[in-house]
């Protein structure tokens, strides 16, 4: 009798999965026609997507700009050249990974910043985004101009978000390396997820942009989200050193726009995720305890404000997505 019971109830939760499933996606596709501006979502629960829907844009598979979500990108490039000893340590100063950087009149102590303070967004310089980003990429040198800017916090301490630190660091790492951002992110990612990395925006010295304007399709999103949940692995291969994916899940400081801790170039949410975050809603979120793999694409000509519609995509990690798992 309990042989049997136990046999009907396999059987119910078989026949019940699919149909739960279906459920699932079903909801999830009515939440997003009640959020205008996404354009795609994509959901992979450990090796499998679950969930693939593009009801705007390009689709998943042209290229959709990724805005700031670029820096999560340099963040894992930097964990390549440390693992190389192409620079020493997160500790390395500008001084003594980039001299060349520096300007004449860079503020004094600019010097002293570390990869870390400005992987972490603690350069203590005053910001490059916002209200001055339009000024910041009309000067004439952008590194220049975002070194010498005033020191406003002490390097280390309080994270401001600035794309003028990621694309310091961004430049950094061509120095230490030799080789473009294009070609680091072409060699130590494009090729092992195999995914397309076309050129994009550089600055008058010629060096990439570090922090925005950076293409990828919606299905490489989602294999870059892959590789952080999977702790720097990807088909079986070590892509990135798990040591720096555990290190980059730390938080160093706080985002005073959203409350969010920040790690080595990704968001820290308290449900578990790490997330890369781009202007308009473009995000990646891995959550390494439920094995969820998330890529979002959004429409990048609007805001996505914390109290707006990216609290609205936050919603949508936090209750259903998180309840696939």
């Known amino acids: 009798m309990i042989a049997r019971r136990s046999f009907l109830i396999a059987s119910t939760t078989a026949l ?24 795609s979502l994509q959901i992979q629960r450990a090796g499998e997507v679950v969930f693939a829907k593009a009801q705007k844009g390009p689709g998943l598979d042209r290229l959709a700009n990724i805005k700031s979500y670029s820096k999560s990108v340099v963040a894992l490039l930097l964990g390549t050249a440390i693992h190389r000893r192409e620079i020493s340590s997160v500790d390395a100063s500008l001084q003594e990974v980039a001299p060349r950087l520096l300007p004449a009149n860079a503020t004094p102590g600019a010097e002293d910043i570390t990869m870390e303070d400005l992987v972490t967004l603690r350069a203590g310089l005053e910001r490059t985004s916002g209200g001055n980003y339009g000024e910041w990429i009309s000067s004439s040198n952008w590194i220049a101009d975002a070194l010498s800017r005033p020191m406003v916090a002490t390097p280390g301490g309080q994270m401001l978000y600035s794309t003028g630190s990621t694309h310091v660091l961004g430049a950094a790492l061509t120095e230490a390396t030799g080789k473009s951002l294009l070609t680091l992110s072409r060699e130590r990612l494009g090729g092992p997820l195999d995914i397309e990395i076309p050129a994009w925006t550089r600055d008058p010295q010629g060096y990439y942009l570090g922090g925005n304007e950076m ?29 720096w994916i555990a290190a980059s899940m730390k938080p160093y400081g706080r985002s005073a726009f959203s409350g969010l801790g920040y790690g080595y170039g990704w968001f820290l949410l308290p449900s578990g995720y790490a997330l890369a975050r781009g202007y308009g809603g473009q995000i990646i979120a891995a959550h390494p305890d439920r094995k969820l793999a998330v890529a979002i694409t959004s429409d990048p000509t609007r805001p996505a404000r914390s109290g ?17 798992a």
Do not use: C
């Open 308 to 324: 707006g519609y990216f609290g609205d995509l936050i919603r949508l990690l936090d209750g259903p997505i998180l309840n696939m």
């Open 215 to 243: 293409a990828i399709t919606p299905r490489s999103m989602l294999k870059i989200a892959v590789l952080l949940r999977d702790r720097g692995v990807y088909a079986n291969k070590q892509v990135i050193p798990e040591n």
């Open 16 to 39: 019940a999965a699919p149909v739960f499933a279906q459920g699932r996606s079903a909801l999830l596709a009515d939440a997003m026609q009640n959020l205008p501006q996404l354009h």
